[in-house]
């Protein structure tokens, strides 16, 4: 059974800098696609980021730029560095594990990210 446990989020100010971690338990992280997702009130569940076993990535059109995922495999953590923050980036953000089509996707509880203005 995988778990996933975010930390990082928080409450900043617009401009402002987070840096979320997620950490996994079990064996297949390294072979998992990593992934953060985002929930704002009353919106539907958006892809930010995410990073293949060999490190190659993909951002959503919204944080291109200001937001960069990256990984550690030999502490099975994910990472999301999140710059220039805006009050838009406000939500619940999810780490997601993608372990292939025979394995379910995992996710964690989600972090609370507030950005003020």
């Known amino acids: 059974q995988v778990q996933l446990v975010e930390s990082g989020g928080g409450l900043v100010q617009a401009g402002g800098s987070l840096r979320l971690s997620c950490a996994a338990s079990g064996s297949i992280f390294r072979i998992a696609v990593m992934g953060w997702y985002r929930q704002a009130p009353g919106k539907q569940r958006e892809l930010v980021a995410r990073i293949t076993s060999g490190g190659g990535t993909n951002y959503g059109d919204s944080v291109k730029g200001r937001f960069t995922i990256s990984r550690d495999n030999a502490k099975n953590t994910v990472y999301l560095q999140m710059n220039s923050l805006k009050p838009e980036d406000t939500a619940v953000y999810y780490c997601?594990?993608?372990?292939?089509?025979?394995?379910?996707?995992?996710w964690g509880q989600g972090t609370q990210v507030t950005v003020s203005s």
């Open positions: 997601n594990m993608d372990a292939g089509p025979w394995r379910p996707d995992y």
